[in-house]
C-alpha cells in the first residue's frame, strides 16, 4: 500500500468542525537533585488544498545553593557574595537569581560569574539553584511582598504562558527601555529572524528574554541506513518509507525497528506535522489536529506502527530504547545526536534536517523558545533584566560563556553572531547549524500556542492511544479531543 492514506478512503473522510515534558535529559536531571536533598504524500497534500548524562560543568568555578530551601552559610554560591545564602539581599543593587543545575554548569553560572566582574557598575547577582517546589515558594513571597529572588534564568516553553497566568512573570518592556546594555532597547533587530523577537510577544508586552532556541531535526544511526544502502537521510517521507521498508529485513534479527515515536507532541509527531502543513496552530493557538494534513500524518504513523516499521514509547522509555540501538532514527531536539553520540561516537550517529511532505514545499521544522524571566515584586528588577541581557545577550565574553556552553546539550543560539561563531566553523555542529536554516520557513511557538500546548498535550494522548491501538477511528477520536481543549481552554479564559 502507498504511503498515507489511499484515495477511496479520503474521499470518505469529512472534515471535522474547527473549533509536561522537558524529557529524558532534564528528567532524570531532576530526580539526581531531588534524591539528593502508493499515493505521495506530496500528491495528498496537493489534493487537500507540517535520563540522560548529566550535563558538562563548563569553566565551573563554585557548586550552586539550593532555591527552595535555606541553604548552610558555610556552602558556597554560584556567584561571589558577602551575604549569606540563606539570607535576603541587604542591598538592592546585590540580588539572587535561580536557574536549574543543568542550565548553570553549562555556562550561566561562569556568565554570572563574568557579570559581576565586568558589569560591577549594574550590580553583584548571586545564582542559585533551582529545586523542587520554587515555584510556590516565590508566589508566596510575592504575595508578602518578602520575595528572595529577581529572576530566573529558564522557562521551558510549555510551562512560559503558565508562568504569566499564575502572576510568576514581569513585563520587562520598561526596563528594557532603560537598561544599560545596548541591545536592550533593540530586541526587535537583535535576532537573526524576526519571528523570535514576535514568539515573544503577549497583549502587547515582551515578557520573556531567549536563553536558547531549539530546531527538531533527525537523529539517526548511519551504520543502519547503510544497511539498507542509503549514505545520508532521505528528503522526503516517501523516500524514507522506501528506506524503512529496506531496512527491516536487515535488522530485525536483532530487534531494531526503522523508526522510534516519542509519545509527547512536541518530538517526533509535531515535529513531522510541521513538514505537512505551513502554519500547524490555529488562531486559538491549537495544534491543527482536526486538519486533513493532521489526519495523513497520523494514519501514516500508524500504519508504520502496525507494519513493524516504527515504534512508540514514553519519552524517557524513547532515549533508552535510542541508546540501547532498538531503532535507526527519530525526530526531536539535538539531545538524540548527543545522546546516540555518548554511546556509539561521531562515525555511527549523525543528524539531518527532517525529512519534508513535499519536495516542492519550503522545508519546515519546529521550533520552540526556552526563556528566562523577571519575578514581579523583584527586590531589582532592572538588575535582573540587565543580568540576562548580557549572559544571553548578542556579543561579549559574558554571552559568550553561555552560548558556547548551551550547544554543547540541546540548544541553539538566537543571534547570528553566536551562530557564526559557535556553529558555522563546528565540525560536530554541522547538523545544528543546517537545521537554523530552516527557521525563517518556520512557525515559532508563541506564548498564547504555548498555553494552548499545554492543554492539548493534556487531553490528546489518551484518544491517540486508542487511535494506535485500533480501537476508534482518527476522526472519531480527534473530534473528542478537541470539544475537550476547548472546554478547557474556556475554563482558563473565565
Sequence with gaps: MALGVCVGAWQRWAVLPRGTARGRDLQVERRRILQSGAVSIGA???????????????????????????????????????????????????IFT????????????????????????????????????????????????????????????????????????????????????????KQKDSYFTSRIYDALQFQGKQYFIPMKANAHLVGYREDYLQMAGYDKFPGTWDDVDKMMRKMKPLVAKDEVMPMGISRDLFRTIGTMFTTFIEK????????????????????????????????????????????????????????????????????????????????????????HIDSGFVFPGAPNPQLATDW??????????????????????????????????????????????????????????????AGAYAITESKIWPHLDRFFKGETGIKDAMSTARKEVDEEIAKQLK
Design 280 to 367: 500547524p496552530f490555529d488562531d486559538q493557538g491549537v495544534l491543527k489536529f482536526d486538519s486533513q494534513e493532521w489526519f495523513m500524518l497520523l494514519e501514516l504513523l500508524k500504519k508504520w506502527k502496525d507494519d513493524g516499521l516504527a515504534r512508540l514509547d514514553p519519552n524517557a522509555d524513547h532515549y533508552d530504547v535510542w541508546q540501547k540501538g532498538k531503532f535507526a532514527f527519530s525526530l526531536g531536539s539535538h539531545s538524540l545526536v548527543r545522546t546516540g553520540r555518548q554511546i556509539w561516537g561521531t562515525a555511527k550517529v549523525k543528524g539531518a534536517s527532517p525529512a519534508q511532505a513535499n519536495a516542492s514545499a519550503p522545508a519546515r521544522t519546529w521550533i
Design 44 to 94: 495528498l497534500l496537493a489534493a487537500c488544498g507540517e535520563a540522560a548524562p548529566q550535563a558538562p560543568a563548563i569553566g565551573k568555578t563554585a557548586e550552586p545553593t539550593k532555591a527552595s530551601a535555606p541553604a548552610p552559610t558555610a556552602a558556597p554560591a554560584l556567584a561571589p557574595t558577602t551575604a549569606p545564602a540563606a539570607a535576603p539581599a541587604t542591598s538592592s543593587n546585590k
Design 98 to 185: 535561580m536557574v536549574d543545575k543543568t542550565w548553570a554548569d553549562l555556562g550561566m553560572l561562569d556568565a554570572t560569574v563574568r557579570f559581576n566582574q565586568e558589569r560591577a557598575d549594574l550590580g553583584n547577582v548571586t545564582l542559585e539553584e533551582t529545586a523542587q517546589g520554587w515555584d510556590t515558594k516565590v508566589l508566596a513571597q510575592i504575595k508578602e511582598k518578602n520575595l528572595r529572588w529577581s529572576g530566573h534564568g529558564y522557562a521551558a516553553f510549555f510551562d512560559s504562558f503558565k508562568y504569566i497566568k499564575a502572576g510568576l512573570v514581569a513585563p520587562l518592556d520598561d526596563y528594557l527601555k532603560a537598561s544599560k546594555v545596548g541591545w536592550g532597547g
Design 388 to 449: 540576562l541581557l548580557s549572559i544571553l545577550g548578542p556579543e561579549g565574553a559574558i554571552a559568550e560563556r553561555w552560548w558556547r556552553g548551551v550547544t554543547t546539550f540541546s540548544g541553539q543560539p538566537v543571534h547570528q553572531n553566536w551562530i557564526d561563531k559557535v556553529l558555522k566553523d563546528n565540525k560536530d555542529l554541522v547538523e545544528v547549524n543546517d537545521v537554523l536554516k530552516l527557521v525563517p520557513n518556520s512557525q515559532i511557538i508563541t506564548l498564547p500556542v
